[in-house]
């Protein structure tokens, strides 16, 4: 006979998945492939300003501080291809999820 353990304990590690799993099902529950349209286009804008952003941080640090030694330069440089490479994987992103619900809405709606 099979010993009745509680299962409860297996509810709280499995709680940030579900909230983390929420907000996407329910975008696309009520606004069906348009959510995913409407998602994809703002993280493309986040891509966006985030590039923008850091490009104004670093010109901002050339143009007031001038130059800077080496080391610096390299840290400075460093943000901004990080910023950068962060905002293209937005972008990505976001045009996976304009693809995907553009595919979705004329195939499966």
Sequence with gaps: MRS????SLIV???LP????GLPPMLLLSFLGFAGLVILGMLLICVGLS???DANNAFNEEV???GYARRSERAAQASNLHSAIRFGTLMTAIGT???VAGIVGFFCFG
């Design 4 to 7: 009745r353990t509680s299962e």
């Design 12 to 14: 709280l590690p499995l």
């Design 17 to 20: 998945i579900f909230l983390v």
């Design 50 to 52: 985030g590039g923008f």
């Design 63 to 65: 143009i007031v501080h």
């Design 96 to 98: 996976g999820f304009i």
